[in-house]
């Protein structure tokens, strides 16, 4: 699932698709509302990654040492 952290990379990075003035957008140039776009897609992207991740460790570890306190 992290590799949808590459889109924004790649969707930003290649510039020549959207250097361009059209379409517009309220009145903004493709080329400034598209990169502007790709910020709550981006927050999207890593919130999935981040719902999508295995479980820490740490919880885990905790547990064994409550068990191994008790008597």
Same mark, same amino acid.
């Given at each position: 699932?992290?590799?949808? /952290? /590459? /889109?924004?990379?790649? &969707?930003?990075?290649?510039? !020549?698709?959207?250097?361009? =003035? #059209? @379409?517009?957008?309220? &009145?903004? !140039?493709?080329?400034? *509302?598209?990169? =502007? %776009? *790709?910020? @709550?897609?981006t927050?999207? /992207?890593?919130?999935? %990654?981040?719902?999508?991740?295995? !479980?820490? #460790?740490? @919880?885990?570890?905790?547990?064994? =040492? #409550?068990?191994?306190? %008790? @008597?």
């Open positions: 699932m992290w590799v949808l /952290l /590459l /889109l924004p990379f790649v &969707g930003l990075l290649w510039v !020549p698709f959207y250097n361009s =003035l #059209e @379409p517009t957008l309220f &009145g903004f !140039p493709f080329f400034y *509302w598209y990169q =502007l %776009a *790709w910020v @709550p897609i927050s999207v /992207l890593i919130w999935l %990654a981040y719902r999508n991740r295995t !479980p820490d #460790e740490a @919880p885990q570890i905790s547990q064994k =040492l #409550e068990r191994s306190k %008790a @008597p």
